[in-house]
């Protein structure tokens, strides 16, 4: 109701301006202002909406809406790459800024150091500097591409280190200057302390520490940038509470937190993983291709959940392709526009575009020019998860006859059966169909000079390599 008031408050001072006489320059002025109040005033009902908040900090609401807030969120740099677990809180910091208000990144150079045990099983393995380092360096590069970092603009995004500040702090400073103002009896107090104490493995000295070391991190944002608020997820909980406390206590001031849930898949399963292993929003590490495969395959719970999470599309619009998805979920309308949406977000339009041509190679007989005109890397890319076999190149330079290969090569089980689905139309090579059991194979039909695609009925699929 609050914020429907303040939307309505907007609203009006938007339309009186604009009645009155004033200049072109001022109105356009006052224009882009009273935009930046309005959606100020809707960045929490805009997350709420989404699914994207779970506890929130008392007074956080207000705060947001009484001025521009500098607001953070914290990478670990566990890996070169950042994957798609640590898309939630990246969309935060764009909705963030979005909403007129400023955004710093912080990637823990420090951290990573330690590490982080919230709601972990046992120790995370720790990482030399000289690892953490080019870490720091791969996660600042693909952050910049999704926030503003343009220093013209009053809420122009930030990166920030916390080993710059912690690698002039010795132990002794830190335990006698900020130590002293949290009791073990509230660090003890944490679920995520809790549950690692009173485990088999235990708490190492050097993890306890942590959420006094991210909640410092908080403390000095608060004073050198006037931070006020932090963001994360459902598990940072209370390492960002102890941050508030600290602030609270050590500089006398007052700060605000709010967490989004943790996103899992309905069946139970982790989210972010598949057989191959992680997804990476490197492309070096999960290809485009595979990227937006991941999404397409999302079943239509999850993707009813996911296309407010991990799009920007307005309410209004997600309600609309939900509806029209369950009156024809065969479709996979839902499936089809998220994955198009969060790939052209983390890869670009282009690859977007490259992998749902690649996409129809599985699933299409019209293909043919595309697959000659793949490189290596991009036929592998496609043909992930493809039962593959061998050939020897000499056999092919001498060719071939079809039947022999699909039997020999375990294709087929025997040549009797490959005569027959090789009689009855049944099997194509290079997206083309083989004429008769006559067919030889030579060397001409090597893709990049290597590989042969067979396709047996409509959905089998089988990469042949020459070796």
Same mark, same amino acid.
């Given at each position: ?27 356009? *002025? ?13 960045? =929490? ?56 208000? !400023? ?16 709601? !972990? ?12 380092? !080019?870490?720091?360096? +791969? ?25 710059? $500040?912690?690698?002039?702090?010795? *132990? ?35 993890? %306890? ?6 909640? &410092?991190?908080? &403390? ?16 940072? $909980? ?55 495969? %991941? ?10 959940? &996911?296309?407010?999470? %991990? ?10 392709? =939900? ?75 001498? +060719? ?11 294709? *087929? ?17 290079? !997206? ?18 290597? &590989? ?16």
């Amino acid at each position: 109701m609050f914020q429907s008031r303040c939307r309505v408050t907007g609203l009006f001072f938007f339309s009186f301006f604009l009645s009155h006489h004033l200049s072109p320059a001022v109105q356009t *002025f006052l224009c882009r202002f009273a935009k930046i109040v309005i959606k100020i005033m809707n960045l =929490i009902e805009e997350l709420r909406w989404r699914g994207m908040l779970q506890d929130m900090m008392p007074g956080t609401e207000e705060q947001l809406q009484k001025e521009m807030t500098t607001a953070y969120i914290g990478f670990d740099p566990t890996a070169e790459s950042l994957h798609i677990g640590s898309l939630v809180p990246i969309l935060l910091l764009v909705h963030l800024q979005k909403a007129g208000h !400023k955004p710093l990144a912080l990637v823990g150079g420090a951290t990573g150091m330690v590490g982080d045990p919230s709601f !972990k099983a046992e120790e995370r393995k720790m990482l030399d500097l000289d690892t953490l380092q !080019k870490n720091v360096a +791969g996660i600042k590069a693909q952050l910049e591409r999704f926030l503003d970092f343009d220093p013209a603009k009053p809420n122009a995004a930030e990166m920030v280190n916390n080993f710059d $500040w912690f690698q002039h702090i010795s *132990f002794l400073d830190f335990i006698r200057d900020t130590g002293k103002h949290i009791t073990v009896n509230y660090m003890m107090a944490k679920d995520s302390v809790k549950k690692r104490i009173e485990g088999d493995n235990g708490m190492s000295f050097t993890e %306890f520490t942590y959420q006094l070391i991210q909640g &410092y991190d908080f &403390y000095h944002l608060y004073t050198a940038k006037n931070c006020k608020l932090q963001m994360g997820g459902s598990d940072q $909980w209370g390492n960002i509470v102890t941050g508030t406390e600290l602030i609270r206590r050590k500089a006398s001031g007052e700060a605000f937190a709010f967490t989004c849930p943790l996103i899992k898949k309905a069946d139970g399963t982790k989210f972010g993983k598949t057989e191959q292993g992680t997804v990476w929003l490197d492309p070096k590490r999960t290809s485009p291709y595979m990227f937006y495969q %991941f999404w397409l395959n999302t079943t239509d719970v999850d993707a009813e959940s &996911y296309i407010k999470i %991990f799009t920007f599309m307005e309410q209004p619009e997600v309600d609309e392709l =939900i509806a029209k998805h369950r009156e024809a979920p065969h479709l996979r309308l839902l499936q089809q526009r998220l994955a198009k949406e969060v790939t052209v977000f983390i890869h670009g339009e282009e690859s977007y575009e490259f992998a749902v041509k690649a996409s129809s190679l599985l699933f299409s007989n019209d293909t043919a020019e595309l697959l000659l005109s793949l490189t290596e890397e991009q036929l592998l890319d496609v043909m992930a998860g493809v039962p593959q076999f061998e050939v020897a190149k000499t056999d092919l330079e001498a +060719g071939k006859d079809v039947v022999s290969l699909l039997a020999e090569t375990g294709i *087929f089980p025997s040549k009797g059966e490959a005569r027959k689905t090789v009689q009855g139309g049944g099997v194509s090579m290079n !997206k083309n169909k083989i004429e008769g059991i006559d067919t030889v194979i030579n060397t001409a039909a090597l893709l990049r000079d290597k &590989y042969i695609l067979f396709q047996k009925g409509k959905k089998n699929y089988y990469l042949v390599k020459a070796i």
